[in-house]
């Protein structure tokens, strides 16, 4: 007998975990999801993700901001953010951390769209083994 309590459940964190995984893949708007679980090094080797550092903006729809907690971590950071190969360079403006977003080429959104559709396809599968594996 299926126990449809522990099925709405697992589903539910099966849903968090896609949700969270799609955030971080570029759609050509600057959102919050793109940066905030690049990690960067600080305090002298501590491995800490920017939304622990500080706090993301979003001025516009191709921009984002940086502003650390600790501004003697900005230099720091801002190094760890270029380092991490995210496809945005940031530049330190006083107290910020600003970053802008290219613009994405044909390429670039059909391999976004191929990796949208392969986490897509784990998620299904998440959601298959949640309900019993025999795919009803």
Same mark, same amino acid.
């Given at each position: 007998m299926i126990d449809f309590t522990e099925v709405k459940v697992r589903m539910g964190k099966i849903l968090s975990l896609y949700i969270n995984d799609i955030a971080s893949i570029r759609t050509g708007r600057a959102t919050p999801g793109l940066i905030e679980n690049v990690v960067v090094?600080?305090?002298? !080797? =501590?491995k800490m993700k @920017? &939304?622990?550092l500080g706090s993301i903006g979003v001025p516009?729809?191709?921009? @984002? #901001?940086? =502003?650390?907690w600790d501004q003697a971590l900005i230099r720091e950071i801002g190094n760890g953010i270029a380092a991490a190969n995210i496809g945005m360079n940031p530049v330190v403006d006083g107290q +910020? &951390?600003?970053m802008s977003l290219p613009? +994405? #080429?044909v390429e =670039?959104?059909?391999?976004?769209? *191929? +990796? +949208? !559709?392969? *986490? @897509?396809?784990?998620?299904?599968v998440m959601v298959r083994d949640a309900r019993g594996g025999?795919?009803?």
């Open positions: 090094t600080v305090y002298g !080797g =501590q @920017l &939304i622990e516009d729809v191709r921009s @984002l #901001t940086f =502003q650390p +910020l &951390i600003r613009m +994405l #080429t =670039q959104r059909e391999d976004y769209i *191929k +990796l +949208l !559709g392969r *986490k @897509l396809e784990a998620a299904r025999n795919g009803n």
